[in-house]
């Protein structure tokens, strides 16, 4: 939204702030919980955030 529309950050920026009062600075807290199994030659990639696998 905002790569299309910057002129919405103030207005996202006081939306935020009003939802989270105790925290006008920082970013909504995330729990991100990964587990995975594997068994043979299987893989698995897992990322919280931004991953690039460049291995074929």
Do not use: K
Request: charged share 35%.
């Amino acid at each position: 939204m905002l790569p299309a529309q910057p002129e919405v950050a103030e207005e996202l920026r006081r939306i935020l702030a009003e939802l989270y009062p105790d925290r006008p600075d920082r970013r909504p807290s995330v729990d991100v919980r990964l587990r995975a199994e594997v068994s043979g030659s299987g893989r698995v990639h897992q990322a919280g955030r931004d991953q690039q696998i460049t291995e074929r």
